[in-house]
């Protein structure tokens, strides 16, 4: 049994058609309950639910409060290397694209880590491409050593890795992992990712199970929205998130939602996710799994970002460069994998967050 | 276990006047936990070492309680034994003190916490000169072995944590508070005041209260609320209040007459 015979239960699944036949007296009956199944979130997340939009607000501030209290989490990702061999017709560093080539040496990342912990940052997130001769474990092992004397928790999200991998890698100081499966729909996974390793569907769909398994205590999961249709991705990452809970209740499992923009890399989304869709999505999947994390990142807007605070959210990243050397090297002139539209700095972050009754948490993990 | 003349709480060789211990986690400003401390005269405080940024620019919890009160470090974020004693030697390690609250926590949806991994390390760092404050799950058999393992108090669970719905587990905290060798500290799941003194009133020796202070919107209102709950509650205790009844109880009994 893994999340794969979850995705075919609903290969089939018309979600068209459910979505259009929800009735308002069956969304009120999904907000009303406490313990919601499969088809009280799809209730949630159809069209009609934005509706009740203020009413899943006022619930899952609720909820969110009593398992988090009014605070929000810190972290920073660091990309110490753009080399990838996919083909994934939608990123700026897939391997068609002629944009120059950088990896960091194990100097340069320490020069990295020290201007990003002396930002205040704790927690860090190791980001590569999927080029694995030119990030080999050894690479990776000593990136994890360096990274530990300045950060007290290091999470990875790089290219998927079995679950050996990963557990040496877990054994060297790496506690939490994300993957992102880009689309739960297959027909169009399979479009968009046209040659690499990634184009294995399965193989990446089970990444958070293998991690899991190698016994990493957080797992941060998520669509690209912008590849497959919205409502079903929530929907499948949603479950997906809640199978990966159930299996592994030792684990801490998050959520992400980086959606396209027309803007980036000039490549247009087939749909464009609303800001007030992606508030629905946030609201739906934080009453559907009550301890969820859910992460926001600088590819959102400083304004969009300051209002999220009382609608579920628990992680901010903030400070963040997307290009391989973007905080102490200047003079690299590497690609960003997206543009950052949150251009504050940590302080100025900080700063919102506590100005909106929110207490920014730096550390929150041990390297034991 | 009860001196009533003084009737202070002892737990490794320290004396406690309050019976209210508080935490840490979940305020929106930790500018709230000082002024709280005062306000609920709170003498122990936990606090996550997964929390605690000793480094040189980090902004440390620690320096936002009073050297007057107890630190009382937990093991959050521990999933098994081992993981609780690593942690709770690099909390000695940091300056945190020599009382450790034991959480071994595996099932993050319901946060409840596991007794047997519990017990485990409990054994371990008493030996090692620890004072051991275990959270559990109201378990007596448990209970009894965490005093076989050198615990100094157990701290059985109301209702999960942050759920604020009291004392689900009562019945069960009951038979713990009236066999226990070592005090019972009631922890998580106390939302309010009545809640904690109905606590204190069974003969708890303390409670520990955190996300119902920390999340409240008053939060220093809130810790003195829970203060006077915690004294009231335990004068009644202590005052051998009399049981419920089943039935009424006339106050003038109707064989008064019948002299012995």
Known sequence: MSFMNVVKQFEDFDFDAYFSSVTLSDIQQSLRRDHLEPYDLLNLLSELAQDVLEEMAQKAQQVTQQYFGRTIGMYAPLYISDYCSNHCTYCGFNCASDAKRLKLSIDQIEQEARVISDMGIRHILVLTGEAPAQTPMSYLKETVEVLKKYFSSIGIEMFPMDEDAYRQLKNAGVDSLTVYQETYDQKIYKQVHLKGKKADYQYRLLTPERGAKAGFRSVNIGPLFGLGEPGPEAFLAGLHAKYLEQTFPDVEVSLSLPRMTKAAGGIAPRYTLSDRRFVQFILAWRLFIPRLGISVSTRESAQFRDRLLNLGVTRYSAGSKTDVGGYALKDQEATPQFEVTDIRSVDEVSQMIRKNGFQPVFKDWEIF | ?260
Do not use: W
Request: proline letters at 5%; charged letters at 20%.
């Open chain 2, 1 to 260: 276990m009860i001196e009533k003349q003084k009737d202070a709480l002892v737990l490794g060789d320290t004396e406690f006047k309050s019976r209210l211990f508080t935490g840490t986690g979940k305020f929106a400003s930790r500018d709230f936990i000082t002024p709280m401390l005062e306000a609920s005269q709170s003498q122990m405080i936990t606090v996550a070492l997964r929390r605690v940024d000793s480094s040189e620019k980090g902004d440390n919890i620690l320096d936002y309680i009073p050297k007057s009160v107890t630190l009382l470090p937990n093991t959050s974020g521990a999933r098994t034994a081992q993981e609780a004693v690593r942690i709770a030697r690099i909390a000695r390690e940091a300056g945190c003190g020599n009382f450790i609250k034991i959480e071994v926590i595996t099932d993050m949806q319901y946060l409840l916490p596991h007794n047997h991994e519990t017990l485990l390390a409990t054994e371990i760092l008493a030996k090692e000169g620890f004072v051991v404050l275990p959270y559990m799950m109201p378990d007596i058999t448990v209970a009894k072995q965490l005093y076989d393992a050198g615990a100094a108090a157990v701290m059985p669970l109301g209702s999960p944590i942050g759920t604020n719905r009291g004392l689900e587990m009562k019945p069960m905290i009951k038979m713990i508070i009236e066999t226990s060798k070592i005090p019972v500290v009631v922890d998580a799941g106390i939302g309010r005041p009545s809640q904690a003194a109905e606590a204190m009133e069974m003969g708890a020796d303390a409670v520990l209260v955190n996300t119902a202070i920390a999340t409240s919107k008053d939060p220093i209102l809130a810790g003195k609320a829970f203060a006077y709950a915690v004294k009231a509650g335990r004068m009644a205790y202590l005052s051998s209040m009399a049981d419920e009844k089943n039935k009424a109880s006339a106050s003038s009994p109707l064989t008064g007459f019948l002299r012995k």
